[in-house]
């Protein structure tokens, strides 16, 4: 959880530099050096303001690139905007984006996650963290980035070393106890979004137990309830976004 | 030296990107000449005494000499004919180079060098000798594949262990004899070649569809 | 057996080209071929004798100057054979300097079993000098182990590296990292780039061929194989199919040409190997 969490107004993000404790060193350390303390490890990403980055994970076929697609639609003529995706084994994510046009090749990177998109989004994050230096290097100032997982279980979260928000997305399909199984995803996410309430008739989904079951797990964290074939600008979670990129204030 | 600090270095939970690669092993794999547990081990004999050996002698030189690393770099680019392997090489090492950066004070070094010579450079960082860098290295290069393997062919997690652990003085063979080798003139530095790993991650670079970068 | 050939080319001033050395001795005979084509020369090692064996120090040294252009061929697949046990490894020692083309085009390297021979290359490229550099091997012959074979090669362009490449073939030590069950390997490097004219439209990577630009100025392509014939099939059209493929001149037909003192050898066959026989 974000230390600033319950204040997204706060302006400031901590860095972890800030979290730097002096320490004192046990007799029995081997001699050692540490990083200069005032130096944030992600230095090349942490100077100077850079973009909010908002990082999209949930079950297999949720919805996650059709939202990506929708925040493109919704977000790119207003805020610089890339998008990094993590796929299981192709790169069929960012073919997609590329095939609707959402956006140009050249704002996409797509990651190669060795078959974990978990482990490429929490355990082990540096191709993510290099994809979005070199969207940074390569396009200049971004205001915003979003980063698509793999579609994988509700276990798998963003590390904080990558992200500085996180939206998770679950679909009515599953079923109405997906909120109410909780998990990191469900629990945790910064926003969560239970997509595709255009089928609930269908699945018989129970959309006012998935707000109650929602509310229970997350407390204060909000949700929205989204159709992506109803609202092609997936219009809650691109005001949402706005409203923290607004925040956050333009970039370097 | 620290034992600990060598195991810190050389742990395959090190977040320096090794997890998306199979070192070569999906090629291999989909070529159809690695099927089973006994394949896997004749691969990763031939990969430790191949790219293993030129990977554990350049670790052990860029330990020695960080300042040395732009000149090793040029040797490795020289040893690796295969762009795809370039690639993956620098990915991993720019990866490393994060996670040194944020446990250890570097030395200055390119923004993407080769993995071994950014493995060398933090093991230099470390306080680690070109020894330890040499046999990180070659561990390295063998455990890659193995967790690969497990995943590619769904092998028995613990058979692949033991084999990992039969290895184990192979490696710790190729590390001393890579070690030796720390002072050399670059060109004199090993560069025992593998030409179907270097086919195969070309290969694989072709493909629409594939789990492993490379 | 220790034997040293010497081939210098130099520009004739006319456009040209013209060997000022020409020099062998048994088993590295160096013949001039054929009429001079344009503005280059082509020159065949004609083997003595079946080799190279144990105990054999064998070099070349070539050089191409400036504004000069040479091939060099040879007649017959050098076939490393075992020789007296006891004696040190064969040798072979190519040193090549290169200011103008050198277009190295040898048969390849047969390891019969037992063998136990080093292949050592040396080759300086100098800015604006062109190389192509083939090497084949082929480990075994027909239906029998390979021998132990290392070979080390280093071509540098410009004053720099440009590949620096070792493989050591022994019996027994097949993986499927490095040649796994392929029996013939061919490489080709061309620097500064491949020839215009050469660099096939269709060539396709496979599981078994590559082309790969180096990380200098210059281009490896590799291919394994079965038998040659594949190895053959993906690099020959690389390698100036104009002029004739490997091993194109009459002479490589009709078997090793009698000259000088073959006379100790082992196992030296009546004939060149045919392909025929080293495949599968
Ligand atoms: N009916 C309906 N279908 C939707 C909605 N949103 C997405 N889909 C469809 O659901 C399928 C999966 O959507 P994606 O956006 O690819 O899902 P994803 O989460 O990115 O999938 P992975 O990346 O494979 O995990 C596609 O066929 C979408 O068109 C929705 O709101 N309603
Ligand atoms: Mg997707």
Redesign the interface.
């Known amino acids: 959880m974000h230390p600033d969490h319950a204040t997204p107004a706060g302006g400031a993000w901590p860095r972890p530099s800030e979290n730097y404790v002096p320490h004192a060193h046990g007799p029995d350390e081997p001699p050692h050096t540490h990083p200069d303390p005032g130096v944030d490890p992600h230095q090349a990403l942490a100077a100077g303001p850079r973009a909010l980055r908002v990082g999209i994970g949930g079950p297999v076929g949720s919805g996650k690139t059709a939202l990506v697609a929708a925040l493109c639609r919704a977000l790119g003529e207003e805020l610089r905007l890339a998008v990094v995706t993590n796929d299981i084994y192709t790169t069929e994510d960012a073919d997609f984006l590329l095939r609707n046009g959402v956006l140009p090749a050249e704002r996409i990177r797509a990651v190669e996650t060795g078959c974990c998109p978990h482990t490429a989004i929490r355990d082990d994050i540096s191709a993510n963290l290099d994809a979005v230096e070199d969207l940074e290097a390569t396009l200049g100032p971004l205001d915003l980035v979003l980063v698509e997982s793999g579609g994988d279980n509700l276990t798998a979260t963003f590390s904080k070393g990558l992200i500085d928000r996180q939206i998770f997305v679950v679909d009515v399909a599953g079923g109405d106890k997906v909120p109410r199984k909780g998990g990191p995803g469900v629990t945790a996410a910064d926003l969560l979004v239970i997509n595709k309430t255009d089928l609930a008739p269908l699945v018989g989904a129970d959309l006012a137990v998935m707000d109650r079951d929602a509310k229970e797990r997350r407390g204060e964290l909000p949700t929205v309830f989204l159709s992506l074939v109803e609202d092609r600008a997936a219009t809650p979670v691109a005001e949402w976004i706005r409203i923290l990129v607004g925040v956050r204030g333009p970039a370097g | 030296m620290?034992l600990a600090?060598l195991l810190v270095l050389a742990d395959g939970?090190l977040?320096?990107?090794?997890?998306?690669?199979?070192g070569?092993l999906e090629?291999?794999v989909?070529?159809g000449?690695?099927r089973d547990l006994d394949?896997v081990a004749?691969?990763?004999?031939?990969?430790l005494?191949?790219?293993g050996l030129v990977a554990a002698a350049f670790a052990a030189a860029a330990c020695r000499r960080p300042g040395r690393w732009a000149e090793l770099d040029?040797?490795l680019?020289?040893?690796?004919?295969?762009?795809a392997l370039?690639k993956a090489s620098r990915?991993q090492g720019?990866?490393l180079l994060?996670?040194g950066?944020?446990?250890?004070?570097l030395p200055p070094i390119g923004r993407e060098p080769h993995q071994p010579t950014a493995l060398g450079v933090l093991a230099h960082?470390?306080?680690l000798g070109p020894e330890e860098a040499a046999v990180a290295a070659a561990h390295g290069t063998t455990t890659g594949a193995a967790s690969?393997a497990v995943?590619l062919l769904a092998l028995d997690p613990y058979a692949v262990h033991a084999l990992l652990a039969r290895l184990a003085p192979a490696c710790d063979r190729i590390a001393g004899e890579a070690a030796r080798h720390a002072d050399d003139a670059?060109?004199d530095l090993?560069?025992?070649?593998?030409?179907?790993?270097?086919?195969?991650a070309?290969?694989h670079a072709?493909w629409?569809?594939?789990?492993?970068?490379s | 057996m220790r034997a040293v050939a010497r081939i210098v080319a130099e520009a004739d001033g006319r456009g040209g080209t013209r060997l000022a050395v020409l020099r062998g001795e048994s088993p590295l005979l160096p013949r001039r071929t054929g009429g001079s084509s344009g503005a280059g020369v082509t020159v065949h090692l004609v083997g003595g004798a079946a080799g190279p064996l144990r105990g054999d120090d064998l070099r070349v040294e070539v050089t191409v100057g400036a504004g000069a252009h040479l091939t060099v061929r040879s007649v017959a697949a050098q076939l490393a054979l075992p020789g007296r046990a006891g004696l040190p490894p064969s040798r072979l020692v190519v040193h090549a300097e290169v200011a103008g083309e050198l277009r190295w085009l040898p048969e390849p390297l047969i390891a019969a079993a037992g063998c136990d021979h080093h292949a050592r290359t040396h080759v300086e490229v100098a800015e604006g000098g062109t190389l192509l550099w083939r090497e084949d091997l082929v480990c075994g012959r027909h239906a029998e182990p390979t021998g132990t074979v290392s070979l080390s090669t280093t071509i540098r362009y410009a004053g720099a590296t440009l590949y620096r490449h070792e493989l050591a073939v022994a019996p027994d030590t097949g993986s499927p990292a490095v040649l796994g069950r392929y029996r013939a390997l061919g490489t080709l490097v061309a620097a500064p780039a491949l020839p215009a004219t050469v660099l096939p439209a269709t060539f396709r990577t496979t599981s078994s061929a590559a082309i790969m630009p180096l990380a200098g100025q210059g281009f490896l392509a590799t291919a394994v194989g079965e038998d040659i014939r594949e190895v053959r099939a993906a690099l020959d059209p690389m390698c100036g199919a104009a002029e004739g493929a490997p091993g194109g001149a009459p002479q490589a037909r009709d078997g090793f040409l009698a000259v000088g003192d073959g006379s100790h050898r082992v196992h030296a066959p009546a004939k060149p190997f045919a392909e025929r026989e080293i495949a599968t």
């Open positions: 620290s600090t939970r977040p320096a990107g090794g997890h998306a690669h199979s070569g090629a291999q989909s070529a000449r690695v394949d004749a691969f990763l004999r031939g990969k005494a191949t790219s040029g040797g680019d020289a040893r690796t004919p295969s762009p370039r990915a720019r990866a994060r996670a950066r944020a446990m250890w004070a960082a470390a306080g690969a995943r670059v060109n090993p560069a025992a070649g593998a030409p179907l790993l270097d086919i195969g070309e290969h072709t629409e569809v594939r789990l492993f970068a």
